[in-house]
């Protein structure tokens, strides 16, 4: 498919987030207008959010990956690290960027023997990582509140946090862009394509793997405070969410694993189909919603920017083919080449 | 006497059992072009691993410029100015051929917040002037997956190329390429040879590619050292046609 020249799709793209940036004035500008709503700008605050988490994701899972089954635990780090420190007193963005400092400093501390693990072995050890964190959550009682969670002071500001997580959500992706057009991206893929030739040709591939993953986390970690801060509760079960990873994955592989744009289209498009499906199948919206992500998943594995023909895009079968090993394609080449 | 680049003293590689490389002392001095060769099974690619650090070795010392690099990790020793090739090809499919050759150049004395920039002017030349020596800057923005196995090859010693090594590993370079294919790399492989001085190690099945380019040649049968000489010395030598033709 042949893409739009880059003055257009840039002018495009200022349009889009300068028309998000200006809708929570509608109602001031419009007082008889219905559709933007608290009730809506909610929904695209969560969506924001939800754009810089599979972004974030992407960075470990798709560019370099490393399928992480347990990201969410930076999230909840982020979220228990802001509320515990306004709990003591802090004002909201001093302890919300000490939550994003523990995030990174946690993926530091367990990216360091974690990836060195391959494949599904990395994903069940973050897994693993998660579950832990979870659970010393809910018995560090004196520390979390335990199983009971921590209130954090209300602020209800609806248009305030969707203007934070929107610019949030652009300087994330836009970070995501330089990355990938930068070496350390290139580094990145160079890595998930053949980790072993990678080494050879003289990456330090830890090094860059735990970059990726830091930087990750910590993003991940803000997200966490935001949401803590915006949601006023916290306990165990709602900031550690079993699926919130899985929800990543699928955002990532949907738009396209690997690409800058693929996190932010699944992002929106689950978001809003998730949507689209809980109000017209409310019995049964979870069997609905995972039927069409399977279809999906079935017929573009490399994702929307796969179909629409971004080179760098892959699949999870593809990555977790490869990781550590000769890249099977080329095996079956090498096979044919020498069979008579 | 000139010291040697690569000196390998004693190698030993075991897999259980089985020994793969057993005791072999080799030299490569600068500006040569060593072939390796022998059966298959004969342990060539084993050593060219254990060279290059893919594999540890379970005895001996291998030296690089006077380095001890036994113990040091495969990065380390791209750095120190040692590229290799495989024998089935490694490329990043999902980069475009200038991508592949920038990511290959390594990280020699770079800050890490340097790479966070896109490549520096000298490395997008260099990269440019490779792709051009090896024919391929027709194909400079299409993604490495899409070449056909003679340009990945051509590829892949490009990549080895890039951030001016000293000595280059060649693991049968013209294995599964045409042989107009074959002809172009021997030329090339010869002019960097001798006019930009760089050393080469190959392993190759072909005799007639050794023959055309090798100044000496080592013998491998078993996992160990049956062989040393020029070409000719070696293709004549009773335990070396009797280990290929069992005769």
Same mark, same amino acid.
């Given at each position: 498919?042949?893409?739009? !020249? ?5 002018? =495009? ?27 809506? *700008? ?10 810089? =988490? ?61 990836? $060195? *693990? @391959? ?30 969670? =921590?209130? *954090?002071? !209300?602020? *209800? ?10 610019? =949030? ?12 057009? +930068? ?35 910590? +993003? ?6 935001? &949401? ?13 969410? !079993? ?28 978001? &809003?189909?998730?949507?689209?499906? &809980? ?27 796969? $179909? ?16 550590? @090993? ?15 | ?7 390998? #003293?004693?190698?030993?590689? #075991? ?11 080799? %030299? ?55 590229? /290799? ?7 990043? /499919? ?16 770079? %800050?890490?917040?340097?790479?966070? #920039? ?32 003679? %340009?990945? #090859? ?69 996992? %160990? ?23």
């Amino acid at each position: 498919m042949r893409r739009l !020249p880059r003055t257009p799709r840039l002018v =495009l793209l200022v349009l889009l987030i300068a028309g998000l940036a200006t809708m929570p004035l509608i109602p001031d500008w419009f007082p008889d207008q219905s559709w933007v709503t608290n009730s809506r *700008l909610f929904s695209f605050t969560q969506m924001f959010m939800l754009i810089t =988490l599979a972004s974030n994701w992407n960075l470990t899972g798709g560019f370099a990956g490393y399928v992480d089954f347990g990201h969410a635990v930076f999230f909840g780090i982020g979220a228990y690290g802001t509320g515990i420190l306004m709990n003591h007193g802090w004002s909201f963005w001093p302890a919300m960027g000490a939550g994003a400092v523990f995030a990174l400093v946690f993926a530091l501390v367990i990216g360091w023997p974690t990836l $060195r *693990l @391959k494949g599904p072995y990395f994903a069940i050890a973050m897994l693993g990582t998660f579950v832990a964190v979870r659970e010393i959550v809910r018995v560090s009682k004196g520390l979390t509140g335990g199983g009971v969670g =921590l209130t *954090l002071p !209300p602020y *209800l500001n609806r248009p305030l946090f969707y203007w934070i997580t929107l610019a =949030l959500a652009v300087v994330v992706v836009f970070i995501m862009w330089w990355i990938r057009r +930068s070496e350390f991206g290139a580094t990145l893929i160079a890595i998930r394509e053949d980790e072993v030739g990678a080494e050879m040709r003289g990456i330090n591939t830890t090094v860059n793997k735990i970059t990726a993953f830091a930087i990750g986390a910590f +993003s991940t970690g803000i997200v966490g405070g935001l &949401w803590a801060y915006q949601n006023t509760f916290i306990d165990p079960d709602v900031v550690f969410f !079993p699926s919130r990873t899985v929800e990543l994955v699928m955002m990532s592989m949907l738009g396209g694993l690997g690409t800058v744009a693929g996190p932010v289209l699944g992002a929106a498009t689950i978001y &809003w189909m998730r949507d689209v499906v &809980w109000a017209n199948f409310a019995d049964y919206h979870l069997m609905v919603e995972g039927f069409l992500l399977i279809l999906i998943v079935l017929y573009t594995p490399e994702g929307i920017m796969g $179909r629409l023909g971004d080179k760098s895009a892959t699949s999870l079968q593809k990555v977790w083919k490869r990781n550590g @090993k000769v890249p099977e394609d080329a095996v079956d080449e090498a096979v044919e080449q020498v069979t008579p | 006497m000139t010291e040697p680049l690569l000196d390998g #003293r004693g190698v030993t590689k #075991r897999y259980g059992g089985l020994v793969a490389v057993n005791n072999v002392d080799f %030299q490569v001095f600068p500006k040569e072009i060593v072939g390796l060769i022998g059966p298959n099974g004969s342990g060539k690619t084993t050593l060219f691993d254990c060279l290059s650090r893919v594999q540890s070795i379970d005895e001996g010392q291998v030296m690089f410029k006077g380095t001890d690099i036994t113990r040091k990790k495969p990065h380390q020793v791209a750095h120190l100015g040692m590229a /290799r090739t495989f024998q089935v090809i490694r490329v990043y /499919r999902k980069l475009t051929i200038l991508e592949n050759m920038k990511v290959s150049r390594q990280w020699r004395g770079e %800050q890490p917040w340097n790479q966070l #920039r896109p490549s520096h002017r000298d490395i997008e030349t260099r990269a440019h002037e490779l792709i051009e020596f090896l024919k391929l800057e027709h194909l400079t923005h299409e993604n490495a997956g899409t070449l056909s196995g003679g %340009q990945r #090859r051509l590829l892949e010693l490009g990549m080895a190329l890039m951030p001016d090594p000293e000595l280059v590993l060649l693991d049968e370079a013209a294995s599964g390429v045409n042989p107009t294919l074959v002809n172009e790399i021997k030329d090339r492989i010869r002019e960097l040879n001798r006019d930009h001085g760089k050393t080469f190690l190959v392993v190759e099945h072909d005799m007639r590619f050794i023959s055309d380019l090798c100044n000496r040649v080592y013998v491998l049968n078993y996992g %160990q050292k049956l062989a040393e000489g020029t070409p000719t010395e070696v293709m004549e030598d009773e335990a070396v046609i009797e280990a290929y033709f069992g005769t």
